[in-house]
Structures are given as structure tokens and as C-alpha cells.
């Protein structure tokens, strides 16, 4: 089994009320229901099925008095298959846990600087999905949905990366593709802006205009 820590995204040391908290953000993310009738009902199930499990083993473990090990679960991490955020990017894995924090605090420049450290050979489908959600909170709206398409294709599984793309190709459409050129008028940029770090917060579980 995973470590049930890993997979709700909390530290060991985290208190029950965070423990809930967190449990209840990811069943309110994968439940099933949202995706019905999708190429991802069945990965939406497994994951459900996996937070299910997560928080029960966390539960069971605190009931009886112990917090398991987190060298238990090594093997089980190592050499599972993906489908989220904590079990991407290897030994990368810290730096891009700062670098969702530092998304939702909307400090693009320091997470870009973490990201452009990570060598060419450490890229993977997390390091893409987050290089093109800073992008798009800089503003840029072109490069950073061809970054999260990327990390699609190299995850197609992940059902974060696909709401992701799902979300940015159905606000296109509603409201027409941003960055036409230079000749749009201010009052149009700012609104671009707003709208892209709107969706970048929610990429990362946020809402940075809360009415959309």
C-alpha cells in the first residue's frame, strides 16, 4: 500500500482536523460522479478508491495509537503508478510541493527560478503541467496551455492534468482565445490576466476570482 500520507498530500505530524480536510478536497475532486460519461470514469474511480483507502489506514493507524513508518511505504511509492501530484517527480518531489505553495501565493518568479533549476533529464510530466501553470499565471496564456497539453500527453492518466486542460479549453471558448496581438486595448489585458491567474489558482485548488 501507498503511504496514506503521501496520497492525501498531508505531513505525518498533521493534526485530524487538516487530515480531514484534505481527505474531503480530494473525494470532492475525484468522486466519480463528476466524471460520468468521460475517458476518465475509471481513473476517477481509482483514485476515489485509493483517497477511500488513504484516509481509513490513517484513521485505523491513529485509533490504535500508531502513526506508521514512512520507510514502510518506500517500496510500495517507488514502484506504484502515478496519477497525482505526490507521487511525481522523484526526487523533485520537495521542490515541487514549494512550487504548488508558491502558485498559490502567485510568486511566479521564485517558482520559476525552482523550476528552470531542475536539470532537462528531471522534467517529467509534473515539472511540465507546473511550468505551464506559472506560465500562466505570468500572463502567458499560449506557451503555458501547450506545457500542460505536454504534460498530458506524458501523464494521460492524471486526471489533474486533464481537468486542467479540459478547464483552459472551456474558458477559451466562452470567452474567446486571449493574446490576439499587440493592438488589444488595455481594459482587455488586464482582463486576460485576471482570468488566467483565476484558472492557475484553481489548477492548484485555489480560486483567485471566486464568482468564476
Avoid at 473525494?27 to 460520468?36: E, S
Avoid at 496519477?83 to 515541487?96: F, P
Avoid at 508558491?102 to 503541467?129: C, F, H, K
Wanted: hydrophobic share 25%.
Amino acid at each position: 500500500m501507498k503511504d496514506p500520507y503521501k496520497t492525501l498530500g498531508v505531513s505525518r505530524d498533521a493534526s485530524d482536523a487538516e487530515i480531514k480536510k484534505a481527505y474531503y478536497a480530494l473525494a470532492k475532486k475525484y468522486h466519480p460522479d463528476n466524471y460520468q460519461g468521460t475517458d476518465l470514469s475509471d481513473v476517477a474511480e481509482e483514485k476515489m478508491k485509493e483517497v477511500n483507502e488513504a484516509y481509513a489506514e490513517i484513521e485505523r493507524q491513529r485509533a490504535s495509537g500508531s502513526t506508521g513508518s514512512a520507510y514502510d511505504y518506500a517500496y510500495d511509492d517507488d514502484n506504484n503508478g502515478s496519477g497525482g501530484a505526490s507521487q511525481s517527480g522523484g526526487s523533485y518531489s520537495s521542490s515541487y510541493r514549494q512550487v504548488r505553495i508558491l502558485i498559490n501565493e502567485r510568486r511566479y518568479d521564485r517558482a520559476m527560478t525552482i523550476l528552470t533549476a531542475v536539470p532537462e533529464s528531471g522534467r517529467d510530466a509534473e515539472w511540465q503541467y507546473l511550468y505551464g501553470c506559472v506560465l500562466l499565471g505570468c500572463g502567458n496564456y499560449a506557451d503555458g496551455i501547450s506545457y500542460v497539453e505536454r504534460a498530458c500527453y506524458m501523464d494521460p492518466e492524471n486526471i489533474e492534468y486533464a481537468r486542467t486542460r479540459a478547464s483552459l479549453r472551456n474558458r477559451s471558448y466562452s470567452y474567446g482565445t486571449p493574446y490576439r496581438g499587440s493592438s488589444e486595448t488595455d481594459i482587455c489585458r488586464v482582463c486576460q490576466t485576471l482570468w488566467l491567474m483565476d484558472c492557475c489558482c484553481e489548477c492548484m485548488g485555489g480560486d483567485f476570482i471566486r464568482c468564476c
